[in-house]
């Protein structure tokens, strides 16, 4: 695989008025790798994302995209060079079908004119192939994808960028909503695209779902970053005191031993 990154940021930064939201922030993901992009809320994740996926133009410092500047207009931009972005709210319709849902503004044709319409059982034999390759059988992708689990709707809106070409798939908070099984099934889905040789940046607070897949974690707090790392130079406990902040573990951890002791004087 190439050595060029997918995509990068170099001393981006981005301000609103006299608000600094981002400032100089570095980083980068090649194919066949996902970086976890880690911080709290207010760290300055959601305007990295907007950034990143052609919402907001950065202020300062640059986008490449297989090491070519971009200046990414809007969100299509974004997404025709290869960059798709799953929010957290993943823009689907309960009520509307699985396939539906996968080719939403995207609808196969047949026909030609006035005869033209969309193409029902070839997207319904997609959306089945698409979901089984990542081991969700859906015996009917006609019912309503609200009935599908948190989980399995996340994976439909991933697997639903992958058939339509991303190079980089960018995801919002995937398993923030999801208990362990769910967030198990989206995190096996990350491998699986990280096999096909995608860059997958996974944005998250939690570094418990993280660490396992990552192979290299951007840390931001208040809008900077805490640095870059490969997954071989830092362990699952410095990233959690990194994104706590080393004071802040030990007071908190101090505090808990005097609840302790102060619960067992009264048993």
Request: aromatic content about 6%; proline content about 3%.
């Given at each position: 695989?190439?050595?060029?990154?997918?995509?990068?940021?170099?001393?981006?930064?981005?301000?609103?008025?006299?608000?600094?939201?981002?400032?100089?922030?570095?980083?980068?993901?090649?194919?066949?790798?996902?970086?976890?992009?880690?911080?709290?809320?207010?760290?300055?994740?959601?305007?990295?994302?907007?950034?990143?996926?052609?919402?907001?133009?950065?202020?300062?410092?640059?986008i490449?995209?297989?090491g070519?500047?971009?200046?990414?207009?809007?969100?299509?931009?974004?997404?025709?060079?290869?960059?798709?972005?799953?929010?957290?709210?993943?823009?689907?319709?309960?009520?509307?079908?699985i396939?539906?849902?996968?080719?939403?503004?995207?609808?196969?044709?047949?026909?030609?004119?006035?005869?033209k319409?969309?193409?029902?059982?070839?997207a319904?034999?997609?959306?089945?192939?698409?979901?089984?390759?990542?081991?969700?059988?859906?015996?009917?992708?006609?019912?309503?994808?609200?009935?599908?689990?948190?989980?399995?709707?996340?994976?439909?809106?991933?697997?639903?960028?992958?058939?339509?070409?991303?190079?980089?798939l960018?995801?919002?908070?995937?398993?923030?909503?999801?208990?362990?099984?769910?967030?198990?099934?989206?995190?096996?889905?990350?491998?699986?695209?990280?096999?096909?040789?995608?860059?997958?940046?996974?944005?998250?607070?939690?570094?418990?779902?993280?660490?396992?897949?990552?192979?290299?974690?951007?840390?931001?707090?208040?809008?900077?970053?805490?640095?870059?790392?490969?997954?071989?130079?830092?362990?699952?406990?410095?990233?959690?005191?990194?994104?706590?902040?080393?004071?802040?573990?030990?007071?908190?951890?101090?505090?808990?031993?005097?609840?302790?002791?102060?619960?067992?004087?009264?048993?």
């Open positions: 695989m190439s050595d060029i990154p997918l995509i990068e940021l170099r001393g981006a930064s981005k301000t609103f008025g006299n608000v600094l939201a981002l400032k100089d922030i570095n980083m980068s993901v090649k194919a066949g790798e996902v970086l976890a992009l880690l911080g709290d809320n207010g760290a300055g994740k959601s305007t990295l994302i907007k950034m990143l996926s052609g919402v907001h133009r950065p202020s300062t410092g640059e490449l995209v297989d070519k500047a971009v200046d990414f207009s809007s969100p299509r931009h974004a997404l025709d060079a290869g960059i798709a972005t799953v929010f957290q709210d993943l823009a689907m319709v309960p009520l509307m079908s396939t539906r849902n996968f080719f939403m503004g995207r609808e196969p044709s047949k026909g030609r004119g006035l005869f319409r969309f193409d029902v059982a070839f319904n034999k997609v959306a089945k192939e698409e979901m089984q390759k990542i081991g969700i059988d859906v015996r009917d992708p006609t019912q309503a994808v609200g009935t599908l689990s948190g989980g399995e709707r996340q994976c439909v809106a991933i697997a639903r960028a992958v058939y339509f070409g991303a190079k980089v960018i995801l919002d908070e995937p398993t923030s909503a999801l208990g362990v099984k769910q967030a198990s099934m989206v995190l096996r889905y990350i491998a699986q695209a990280r096999a096909r040789g995608l860059g997958v940046i996974f944005i998250t607070h939690n570094v418990h779902h993280a660490y396992p897949i990552a192979d290299k974690f951007t840390l931001l707090n208040r809008g900077r970053s805490l640095g870059n790392f490969a997954k071989s130079d830092v362990s699952r406990e410095q990233v959690l005191e990194m994104m706590a902040g080393g004071k802040e573990l030990a007071a908190l951890t101090a505090e808990l031993e005097e609840f302790s002791r102060a619960d067992a004087t009264r048993h």
